[in-house]
């Protein structure tokens, strides 16, 4: 009787709190949840294989091994190995995000043992000949974007809300982002992406969502489709493993240069 | 020198077994064409190579040690000293708390123009393979490097002095007359055998990437001395001079602009010291013209004094180019410059495009032109070998 007590309770609070707020508000509190959902993993690994499609059907593949270190206040740090193609194996990518200064990344090119600074100016340019925009891989730091929930609608089954986001940062190819995300377990479903015409441009789908800790949901794969193109970009993720006991050590420019 | 070898392939022998092992590489063919006539009757035409770059890698101990292997060799149609081979890696390293000890035959590099590499000083350049001075040879090395908040510190002791590969008499392009590599002479009263000795010191701050280094020893870089081989007839003689060279290297990042200085300071032992400098920035614009395509601009300045010696080739020189990357599935990509002489007017045109075939291929395109070269140039020699290489290179 006192648990039905309390989940009406929770419930009402929760309904009359959204309905207090504006939408603006509301947006922002589905993606804070999000996040706020998605903190204290520490670190992560996983690998990820890459398939482009191109319009006739012709396919290309990438392969690569990506560590990431969660860090509390500011962006993440990512490192990402080539594997595949065969010819840029051994090429290393570092970045350190951050939320509102410019990212800092370095490229490390085996041929010429050179480390190498990048611009990450370029926010709209295809990460790795994919659809996949720089911007739509890297960290979703939450004062990237200013939201508005703009509708909850039932998709494939999940209950979700569905928010616009609009990229404050410079350089976006986007006016906005529509985005589904699971009521039940805050997570990303459905990405749309509207470019500077506001002309829809992509659709990102998340599936295989799989649990790891008993918290953080991880998709198993995920399909870009490029409505301009007809190009595809299919990203498959497996051997996720979390809390390795990395630390900023391991994300370092001088681990770069003994990498394999 | 030995010593390390001994010890490095007891290391992989002893540890083989209990290793991961894992491999890649390359085997690439390469075809030169040659757009005129040689200055030296002797020098080949068009021509044909094949070269051969595996790179095996082992680590152990929980990837607390590893053992890179990575023998290099080509076998060329025309120039038999251009059919040569190396070994560019026969590493080990370990990491401990906090240091990285690297024991063996290494590759470094240092630097951040892309016209002239100045800073770069410890490995000797493999300047056979292409003269644009990006092929290095195996150095063996001591190569302690300590990762520390305030940056990253790299001591190098450097056994075992490697002299600079030229063209044979037969090579193209190359000087006139051609460079006798087996009457080097060096200020070392032994010769080649000297440890040098170098440190580095490198950070960031901010957008900005800093790197200061420092070598003793044995200078990389010959003065090339007109001479006479055995038969009486003139040679160009490689005289490598005892000295250090103090170096910095600068790279900013400022939104799509790239700032770039690299700048030495040698001093010899023997005669006049020397400074040089590049300066320039690369300036991107992506998404060009609304399309998936990337294009960079390209400018270096490039500065040397050498005192009292007669001048080398990049005195006071201006390099301007552009950098095309299509995004693309194939990853194409085409760079394109020139190196104009402010003084004399000589030029050297720079191409480079590449683009992968299916997931193992890769196809290259390069072309060097030589143009309006006056006879007081150290590139007069090479007026006639404009030439234009296209490689297919199958990497695993």
Not at chain 2, 115 to 125: C, F
Not at chain 2, 211 to 222: C, H, K, M, T
Not at chain 2, 364 to 369: F, N, Q, T
Request: aromatic fraction near 12%; proline fraction near 4%; charged fraction near 25%.
């Amino acid at each position: 009787m006192r648990s039905v007590f309390c989940l009406t309770t929770i419930i009402l609070f929760w309904s009359t709190g959204i309905l207090a707020e504006t939408p603006q508000q509301q947006g922002h509190a589905v993606v804070s949840e999000l996040h706020a959902r998605d903190t204290g993993w520490h670190d992560q690994f996983a690998k990820m294989k890459m398939i482009l499609t191109n319009r006739q059907g012709e396919t290309s593949t990438r392969e690569v091994r990506m560590y990431t270190l969660e860090v509390p206040g500011d962006g993440d740090k990512s490192l990402s190995i080539f594997d595949a193609p065969a010819d840029v194996r051994g090429t290393a990518f570092l970045s350190h995000t951050h939320a509102l200064q410019p990212d800092d990344q370095w490229l490390y090119l085996p041929a010429l043992k050179r480390v190498k600074r990048i611009s990450s100016a370029n926010k709209s340019g295809p990460f790795m000949g994919s659809e996949f925009a720089y911007e739509d891989i890297a960290s979703q730091e939450i004062d990237k974007f200013t939201y508005k929930l703009v509708a909850e609608e039932t998709i494939d089954g999940n209950d979700a809300f569905v928010v616009e986001q609009y990229p404050q940062y410079e350089k976006s190819g986007y006016t906005r982002e529509v985005v589904w995300i699971d009521k039940a377990r805050y997570i990303p479903l459905k990405l749309d992406y509207y470019d500077r015409k506001d002309a829809l441009l992509k659709t990102l789908t998340f599936s295989d969502y799989q649990q790891y800790l008993d918290k953080y949901w991880r998709a198993g794969e995920m399909y870009m489709e490029n409505h301009q193109t007809g190009k595809r970009s299919t990203l498959t993720w497996t051997d996720y493993s979390f809390r390795q006991d990395l630390d900023d050590h391991d994300f370092d420019r001088s681990v770069l240069k003994r990498l394999r | 020198m030995r010593a390390i070898f001994g010890i490095t392939l007891l290391l992989a022998v002893a540890t083989v077994n209990a290793a991961e092992f894992s491999s890649r590489g390359n085997f690439t063919s390469e075809v030169r064409l040659f757009t005129e006539k040689p200055v030296d009757p002797r020098q080949h035409g068009d021509n044909l190579s094949l070269s051969a770059e595996p790179d095996w890698y082992w680590s152990w101990n929980k990837e607390q040690d590893s053992l890179v292997v990575r023998p290099f060799g080509r076998l060329d149609q025309g120039d038999p000293d251009r059919t040569h081979a190396d070994l560019r890696e026969l590493l080990w390293l370990h990491l401990g708390n906090q240091y990285e000890v690297r024991t063996g035959i290494g590759q470094v590099f240092w630097g951040v123009t892309e016209s002239r590499h100045l800073v770069d000083i410890i490995n000797q350049t493999d300047q056979v393979e292409n003269i644009d001075g990006e092929d290095k040879l195996g150095q063996p090395m001591i190569w302690l490097s300590l990762p520390r908040d305030t940056g990253i510190f790299d001591f190098f002791v450097l056994p075992g002095f490697r002299q600079r590969t030229f063209p044979g008499v037969h090579g193209r392009p190359r000087t006139q007359p051609r460079v006798q590599t087996s009457q080097a002479t060096y200020d070392n009263p032994q010769g080649d055998d000297h440890i040098d000795l170098a440190a580095r010191w490198s950070q960031y701050i901010g957008p900005i990437d800093i790197g200061i280094s420092y070598f003793d020893g044995i200078l990389r870089e010959p003065r090339l001395i007109p001479g006479t081989d055995s038969k009486g007839l003139p040679v160009l003689v490689p005289h490598y001079d005892t000295g250090s060279q103090l170096g910095i290297s600068l790279q900013g990042v400022f939104g799509a602009w790239l700032y770039k200085l690299e700048a030495v300071y040698r001093n010899y032992n023997e005669i006049d010291n020397y400074t040089a400098a590049v300066a320039g920035f690369e300036y991107t614009v992506s998404s060009f013209l609304g399309s998936r395509y990337d294009l960079g601009i390209l400018a270096e300045y490039l500065y040397e004094d050498f005192g009292d010696l007669p001048v080398g080739p990049f005195e006071d020189d201006l390099f301007v180019g552009f950098r095309l990357a299509l995004n693309d599935a194939d990853s194409s990509e085409l760079l394109a410059g020139v190196i104009a002489d402010v003084d004399d007017g000589s030029r050297v045109f720079n191409i480079e495009a590449s683009r992968r075939i299916g997931d193992s291929l890769k196809l290259g395109v390069e072309a060097r032109l030589f143009s309006s070269i006056p006879q007081t140039d150290p590139l007069y020699g090479q007026r006639h070998d404009d030439y234009i290489e296209v490689t297919l290179g199958y990497y695993f």
